[in-house]
């Protein structure tokens, strides 16, 4: 704009040098009248200088107005062009079309801003998109989790009801199966609750210092029912001593949960290793399991709510798929990290808490 400004300003000035000191276009007007009216020399100078050399400035200021509309005429073009080109682009953005906002060189930093605005809108909409799909996912996911025991507890309720002369061992038997499933259903109801609890505020945590070989020794041998039938082994190698501090309800929670899918998904005759150590700042703990890899696309989503390796989802096996999802929420309110790793030897889950 500047270089236009200063460009304009010095051709002005060589114009009114030219057509004041030139004495060509006298001359030329000179030769008209003497050519065409057939005057004499005499006579068509004193007719030039009264028309052309007293009349110099006014004659200067009309040339130099022409040549400063031209020249507005065409920075409002060139200027135009430019508000055209960003106008396109803006219309590119609320189209919300897939090619890439491209403009003039000199508009290079509109370029960016534009193209940069495109880039946050795609993210925007396809974050708005995730939360659509899970909100649905949600709704398809508790009529699925809910209807199974559901269905279970209200087909045993119904054979009680219509048998009323059953023998005393098979009818114990169903209201045995009725409870199991009943409680499933409670259990179920109070995943989604919490989770949606862990949601909306902030965890509260009750912080004491912790025993950690205590604590995860005692849950390994917890599980021991659940390893037995299918000859695992849980294994943990945690220094004495090490103390970590959190609140040991929730962090336990988070553990059991971690157990919990690596025993799920482990081979038979297999060992889950738990250990822990102290890095820097922190403590680590981590969970071992030898079983089939997790896809690395899959790995990303794991901790997501509602989410299972298995794509039956079977909600007698795999829970709700809320494990994972509550145990992110904990230690992220305990200022650490939890992640996964998985090869074709094996799985490892990683938490690492402050000291």
Known sequence: MLLIVLATVA???????I????????????????????????????ITRFLIYNNMEAITLFIIIVFLVIMLKISISWFTGYFDEVITGVDKLAGESPEEIVLSPELDF?????????????????????????????????????????????????????APDMPPEQRAKYVGITLEKANRLEQLINEFFEITRFNLQTIVLNKEKINLLFMLQQMADEFYPILAPQRKAVSVSVPEGLVLYGDADKLARVFNNILKNAIAYSYEDS?????????????????????NPIPQAKLDTIFEKFYRLDSARSTDTGGAGLGLAIAKEIVKAHDGTISVESTLEKTVFTVRLPV
């Open 19 to 46: 057509i004041q000191e030139s004495f060509s276009l006298s001359d030329a007007f000179v030769s008209f009248l003497m050519n065409n009216f057939k005057l004499p020399e005499m006579t068509a100078i004193t």
């Open 11 to 17: 051709t002005v000035i060589l114009l009114r040098f």
């Open 271 to 291: 060992v889950i290793e738990i250990s822990a150590g102290k890095q820097d700042k922190y403590v680590e703990i981590s969970f071992t399991n030898r079983g």
């Open 110 to 162: 509109m370029e960016k801003k534009l193209n940069q605005i495109k880039s946050n809108l795609e993210k925007q909409k396809k974050a708005a998109q995730d939360a659509e799909q899970r909100k649905n996912d949600l709704v398809v996911y508790l009529a699925h989790d809910l209807k199974t025991p559901l269905t279970s507890v209200i087909g045993y309720l119904s054979l009680l009801d219509e």
